[in-house]
């Protein structure tokens, strides 16, 4: 082979690795900038929450920004007025009681990754059948927010048997008797307006016909 020829095949050569390289690189899959929408429609509402789970543990505080997404779902269904600053306050807890109540589910006031699908998608777990519904009360931030409640309402000269944490039937009566009294509709559970009436009323130390 003369020098020449083999300049050529190495050009040749040259040429076709190059040509090989780069439709390998034209076809590999590209990730989108932040915030683009694929072919599909993504990202949803629901690829944001699961982007932002919350640590491990049926108990774990949810991460900032998906309680962010939790006051927001939950200002879209009527039950928070806050706002959307991922800090999980007494109005946010008793929002999300408002929402587990309305859904049959165990009172926590805790938000989570699974509370963010839920509202997302709007399921819910049914309560037992014959469950006692002032035992369905679990976890710290329900408990103590019931307690508050409880407190406030006895404030306001609204009967109640105990301050225990559980939102029995004595408990639910007087917070429909206060809801109505504030013009409320009466629900007999703990939501965001009722914590805002309660916080924003002075006590009255008067018990009226039907508390």
Do not use: C, W
Not at 61 to 71: K, L
Not at 133 to 156: F, K, N, Y
């Amino acid at each position: 082979m003369t020098p020449r020829r083999a300049r050529v095949y190495a050009s040749v050569f040259v040429v076709f690795v190059g040509s090989v390289a780069a439709n390998v690189l034209l076809l590999q899959p590209r990730a989108l900038p932040h915030g683009e929408q694929s072919s599909s429609g993504a990202p949803t509402r629901l690829a944001a929450a699961a982007s932002a789970k919350a640590p491990a543990g049926p108990d774990r505080e949810a991460s900032p920004a998906t309680i962010r997404a939790i006051q927001r779902e939950l200002k879209a269904a009527g039950y928070y007025e806050g706002p959307s600053d991922g800090l999980a306050n007494l109005s946010t807890h008793a929002a999300i009681m408002a929402y587990e109540s309305d859904q049959q589910l165990e009172l926590t006031g805790l938000p989570s990754d699974a509370l963010l699908k839920m509202l997302i998608l709007g399921t819910g777990r049914a309560r037992v059948a014959g469950e006692n519904r002032s035992a369905a009360v679990r976890g710290t931030p329900a408990e103590q927010l019931t307690r508050l409640v409880q407190q406030q309402l006895i404030a306001h000269g609204y009967s109640i048997s105990a301050v225990d944490g559980r939102l029995g039937d004595d408990t639910r009566r007087a917070i429909a008797a206060f809801e109505a009294d504030q013009r409320l509709k009466p629900s007999g559970r703990i939501s965001a307006p009722l914590l805002a009436k309660l916080q924003g009323s002075a006590p009255t130390g008067r018990v009226a016909s039907g508390r």
